[in-house]
């Protein structure tokens, strides 16, 4: 009877140590995860910046000014008014937005 | 010893060793229990911190999406000369990975601790001073303006001063395109490290702003502007260009560029004979004359009273209506305004914009200088009817000939699109608001023949695209001093403002050259340039020819006068 009962306590006290336990590895996962969670969202946004950079170098690289002086260096020459006809739309009419790269998702 | 002093010992022993435990527990229960909320809150103020982030500007982009503006992180260094395990290395590293002056050692040496390395560093230099890993280097991010299509369109841009807009649309637009700040709790630990917690706030995103401008036609018009004004030395050059159809303006180019200003609603002059279409438009609308009138145009000097001679550029005899305006005869337009009166003409100056802010809203806009109705005397009259004796800034001027083009109808000019989100969900859409008739079509299309006629034969002849059926009119005004408020012998304010094609005008283009030292006349400096960007824009939007393109084996006829 006496042994019975020491059993008895004896797994009491091993159930309330495992539930302390499991607090306790609950709240030290918690800040391990805090921490993970922080690192990735810093890594997110190094990797947002580092997005807008290489988006910023091709809008550079497109613009009329940087064409103009490459298309120059070419040899190419502006042509005469009338020269050009576009073949993928209506002659006469505005193409707005329809290079590719108005079309990302900025 | 007795059974019963060994138990009592063991009992004390035993008393001894868990009394502390007990304590303990009892003065943990107390503090998780009883003392949990005060404590709680006290460690929530001694860990805790709110951290508040802004986010990027808002973008500011072209009508066909192309990017003009938009905010990038850019990173400060600084070092802390307390922290640096090996000064003189790190030193060196920096100044090899910074390319920093030899005046930095001396700044360095000079610093208590705090030293402030370089500003402004690129993702690039950014990862460079990254990898040298040097303790005591920091290195601060921040939203920098940043601007890919580099100097296009930067005046109506504007400029920026840590996340404010200074001037331009920058400033106009700065409610919408103002980074938004976003807060956050966050827990430190003892080193300091953030223990992620959560978002108070979501991250909130700023709008963009979609301007009217056309890219490519900014681009040709700023070059196209900069070209002559080099080549002819003047102080200031300026090309606009606006879809007569909705008054959205396509290109306001100036050269050379004023970050602080916008001058083509800041500045402005007096619109000379570029004016007449205004008048020859009031009088036909008016039916005080037509296009069988002819004027005497006194062989050049009109003795108007005792004390005013009015002159024309060149000396003319008898001159057809048509024949005033392509050979822009002063005198001759003199008497078409006299022809109208005084009321209807002050009445037609207001009803085509004159006087009167466009709309555009910009701080600093001039609404022009338009005198008083009962002010205006007869001289006044005469003069003014060729642009004279008032002012009026290049938006007004284009925006009065977009009426005159699409058919009599006076649209507010226009420079922004529409707003979005940052996903592209549109906030606020821009439409073209007609503010009201001016003149009938019927008129309007007199007034484009005769106008036709002064680029074909007349003193526009500059401007003229074989094939393509262009109308304008050249002006030369003379520059008044400031001060004295007198003309100014010698300086003069050159322009052209036509539109094309002339069926259906979707272009309307005004070109002004302030004080050029050498082409010094409208139809010598500005339609050149006019038919520059007229040429490209045909070009780039394919424009078909509307007119027989002339016969190169024929003799083409003798370049006309271009002495306006």
């Not at chain 1, 613009?63 to 002659?91: C, N, Q």
């Not at chain 2, 602080?260 to 005080?288: D, M």
């Not at chain 2, 003149?439 to 484009?448: A, G, H, L, M, N």
Request: glycine residues 8%; hydrophobic residues 40%.
């Amino acid at each position: 009877m006496l042994k019975k009962t020491r059993n008895m306590n004896l797994a009491a006290v091993g159930a309330v140590c495992a539930v302390l336990f499991l607090f306790a590895w609950e709240n030290v996962q918690a800040v391990k995860l805090g921490y993970t969670i922080e690192k990735v969202r810093r890594e997110i946004k190094d990797l947002e910046s580092s997005n807008t950079y290489l988006k910023k170098e091709i809008q550079a690289a497109m613009s009329p000014e940087k064409l103009e002086t490459e298309a120059l260096k070419l040899g190419m020459v502006y042509p005469e008014p009338g020269a050009v006809v576009m073949l993928d739309g209506a002659a006469g009419k505005d193409n707005p937005a329809k290079d590719w790269l108005a079309k990302l998702p900025w | 010893m007795t059974a019963k002093t060994l138990k009592t010992r063991i009992a004390a022993c035993a008393f001894l060793a868990g009394a502390p435990a007990f304590i303990i527990a009892g003065r943990l229960l107390w503090l998780q229990t009883v003392q949990h909320e005060a404590l709680g809150r006290m460690a929530a103020r001694s860990f805790s911190r709110t951290v508040s982030e802004t986010g990027p500007r808002g973008r500011v982009f072209c009508q066909g999406g192309e990017l003009l503006a938009e905010s990038i992180v850019t990173w400060d260094v600084q070092l802390f000369k307390k922290d640096l395990e090996d000064p003189e290395a790190a030193l060196a590293a920096l100044t090899r990975t910074l390319k920093l002056p030899a005046e930095f050692r001396t700044k360095f040496k000079r610093a208590k601790n705090f030293v402030p390395v370089k500003k402004n560093l690129d993702r690039a230099a950014f990862e460079a001073v990254s990898a040298l890993k040097i303790k005591g280097v920091s290195l601060e991010p921040h939203q920098s303006r940043y601007y890919p299509s580099g100097d296009l369109a930067r005046a109506i841009i504007g400029l920026v001063g840590s996340d404010k807009g200074l001037t331009g649309a920058e400033l106009l637009y700065d409610k919408v395109l103002s980074g938004k700040t976003s807060h956050r709790e966050v827990i430190r630990d003892a080193s300091g490290r953030i223990i992620f917690q959560d978002k108070l706030e979501k991250e909130a995103l700023p709008r963009d702003l979609h301007l009217t401008l056309d890219r490519d036609i900014q681009y040709f018009s700023q070059v196209a502007v900069k070209e002559m004004v080099e080549k002819t030395g003047a102080e200031l050059g300026m090309a606009l260009v606006q879809e007569p159809s909705s008054g959205r303006l396509l290109a306001m180019a100036t050269w050379p560029e004023d970050l602080g200003k916008i001058q083509p609603v800041e500045w402005v002059y007096e619109p000379g004979s570029t004016f007449k279409s205004i008048t020859l438009a009031a009088a036909l609308e008016k039916g005080v004359v037509s296009e069988k009138d002819s004027f005497y145009c006194e062989n050049g000097a009109w003795k108007f009273n005792n004390k005013v001679i009015l002159h024309d550029h060149e000396p003319e005899q008898t001159l057809s209506l048509s024949g005033v305006i392509e050979r822009s005869s002063n005198i001759g337009t003199a008497k078409v305004g006299l022809k109208l009166g005084i009321k209807d003409f002050y009445l037609y100056a207001k009803s085509f914009g004159f006087g009167s802010k466009t709309g555009l809203g910009f701080y600093g806009e001039s609404a022009g200088i338009l005198r008083p109705l009962e002010q205006y005397t007869s001289l006044d009259l005469a003069v003014g009817s060729y642009g004279h004796g008032m002012a009026a800034t290049p938006v007004q001027v284009i925006t009065a000939y977009s009426a005159i083009a699409n058919g009599g109808e006076l649209y507010e000019p226009r420079l922004v699109n529409r707003t979005t989100e940052f996903d592209g969900t549109e906030v606020f859409r821009n439409e073209p608001a007609l503010v009201r008739r001016v003149i009938s079509p019927e008129t309007s299309r007199r007034v484009k023949t005769i106008l036709r006629a002064v680029v074909e034969q007349g003193t526009g002849l500059s401007a003229r695209i074989p094939g393509y059926s262009i109308a304008g009119k050249t002006g030369t005004s003379k520059k008044i001093d400031p001060r004295t408020g007198k003309y100014l012998t010698g300086k003069n304010v050159a322009s052209f403002c036509g539109f094309f094609p002339f069926d259906q005008p979707r272009y309307t283009i005004l070109v002004v050259m302030d004080n050029p030292k050498r082409l010094t006349y409208g139809g010598e400096s500005a339609a050149p340039v006019f038919r520059e960007i007229a040429a490209r824009i045909i070009n780039i939007k394919s424009l078909k020819a509307d007119m027989p393109l002339p016969d190169k084996t024929k003799k083409q006829p003798p370049p006309g006068p271009v002495s306006d």
